[in-house]
Nanobody, 115 residues
Framework: QVQLVESGGGLVQAGGSLRLSCAAS????????MGWYRQAPGKQRDLVAT???????NYADSVKGRFTISRDNAKNTVYLQMNSLKPEDTAVYYC?????????WGKGTLVTVSS
């Protein structure tokens, strides 16, 4: 069993920045992937970025060049640095942990970007 706790969401003006954090605890396997997804009301949950333990990353086209995902394996924590935020980035952001076919999700943190 894995527990994920997100933090760092809030209200920011367009062009501003936020840094999200997700701390994992519980039965953490050494080899795992972590990532961030987001969901706006009435829309599907979409991938934002993922990162492997080794540091290989993948980004949605909509956030490339603006967002950076990173992780601290010693702390079992993944981060999402969000720069140049746009109103269309407004959503609930969810942390995801995946290992050996098992997926775990955090409860989400709300990011609101005003125009």
């Amino acid at each position: 069993q894995v527990q994920l706790v997100e933090s760092g969401g809030g209200l920011v003006q367009a062009g501003g920045s936020l840094r999200l954090s997700c701390a994992a605890s519980g039965s953490i396997f050494r080899r795992n992937d972590m990532g961030w997804y987001r969901q706006a009301p009435g829309k599907q949950r979409d991938l934002v970025a993922t990162i492997t333990r080794g540091g290989s990353t993948n980004y949605a086209d909509s956030v490339k060049g603006r967002f950076t995902i990173s992780r601290d394996n010693a702390k079992n924590t993944v981060y999402l640095q969000m720069n140049s935020l746009k109103p269309e980035d407004t959503a609930v952001y969810y942390c995801r942990y995946s290992t050996y076919g098992m997926d775990y999700w955090g409860k989400g943190t709300l990011v609101t970007v005003s125009s």
